[in-house]
């Protein structure tokens, strides 16, 4: 099939090369000249594992193609999908502007029937709202379709290949048919729907999988104040089917680009039906309250005297195996730490130049190694739970630092990996 890709971020790009690996022909849209620039000469602008591997081969067997000129992509394309930000707005409200915006350049290029599908996630009504407009500047006949996404980031290849479930809303039978044909090779898995239903999976599904986070952080919290270990208390509980294993696992709450926008967007959805969905404005406003946690752990261990100290920071992206730094529980804790005198010393693998982008570069040390951020420090705070953290030699550790405090905000560590060292040693819903 012909597909035009409009948005190279985290889902455009992975799913552009993805279908091009299916053996279809893929031209992947963007606004930003830069990134364009950088696809077409081979670089890929985001740490994606894999990426730049399947992006190449299809480049070179002629599948893939990059271009600014989305009029051109569409006339030469059968579907063309829409993968472009929705970002928070300040009322919680999904930003429509950029899908607006891309419908409406759709439309002035269509050229005949085409299919338009929107990956982007977007608030119920949003299809049938985008059918109106493009309808309004077009004679050309075409489907809408609403074409949710679940990948990932950090294996978002891996999920697009292997994904557990393609959702397609639709409310004509052939344009479905051929989303099915399309995504058949990916997985057994297809569910086709009506619009506002694939809609609503996609905030349903982002709901509920923060909804288990939040819950899993509150019994930690407890766990603490009663001595009980949330690690076992979470493995106990997953082995029963019904709760299964994963987004069980405590630490200091979600970040990142879609579940705190995606719970704060369907708190709303619900607002205007005049629905109070209390349960998810919890779930916020617990995730809101688990990244303080570390500083409730620091302010304690230094009895509020933190202003002096030097407290090291490993982790700014919002999760391993990613360069986005969307919504990190680092940028808070960073921020209150500086703003409390504390001397910050950071360390990321891969997200620290995005992280300066949008934190700034003044006021923290940023260092080039764990060692080196942990160097004097009087304590250090894990944040996201690199590989790398996990493989560090403890008692190396211990030496580089002043005093040797750690406070595991993933849980990295476990109980025996400290024996026959001196650390203290704080983690979320264990015992110290
Ligand atoms: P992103 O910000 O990384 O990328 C969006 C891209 O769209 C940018 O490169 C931007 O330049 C481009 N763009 C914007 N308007 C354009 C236009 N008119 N023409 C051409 N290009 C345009 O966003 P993302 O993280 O890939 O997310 C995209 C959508 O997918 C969002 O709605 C998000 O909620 C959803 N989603 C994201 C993830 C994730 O893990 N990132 C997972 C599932 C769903």
Known sequence: MNITVIGTGYVGLVSGVCYAELGNRVICVDKDAGKIAALQAGSIPIYEPGLQEVAAANAAAGRLSFTTGLAEAVRESDIVIIAVGTPPMPS????????????????????????????????VGTNERLRELIGSRTDERFDSISLPEFLREG?????????????????????????????????????????????????????????????????ANICEKVGADVTRVAEGMGYDKRIGKSFLKAGIGYGGSCFPKDTRALIQIAGNVDYEFKLLRSVVEVNQDQRFNVIRKLEAIFSGQLRGKTIAVWGLAFKPDTDDVRDSPALEIIQYLVEAGVKVRAYDPIATSNFQAVYGKEGVVWCGGAMEAAKGADALCLLTEWDEFAQVDLQELQN????????DGRNVFKEEDLLGTAFIYYSVGRPA
Do not use: C
């Not at 397609?168 to 995504?183: F, V």
């Not at 729907?193 to 996609?202: F, G, L, V, W």
């Open 92 to 123: 919680g409200e999904a930003n429509m502007a950029y899908i607006d915006q891309a419908a409406l350049e759709v439309a002035e290029a269509m050229n005949g029937y085409k299919i338009i599908a929107v990956k982007s996630t977007v608030p």
């Open 155 to 219: 294996s978002a290849v891996q999920d697009t290949m292997y994904p557990d479930r393609i959702v397609i809303g639709a409310d004509n039978r052939e344009a479905a048919a051929t989303m099915t044909e399309l995504h058949k090779p990916l997985t057994d898995n297809i569910i086709v729907t009506d619009i506002r239903s694939a809609e609503m999976i996609k905030y349903a599904s982002n709901a509920f999988l923060a909804t288990k986070i939040s819950f899993i952080n509150e019994i």
């Open 400 to 407: 580089t630092m002043w005093r040797a405090i750690l406070i």
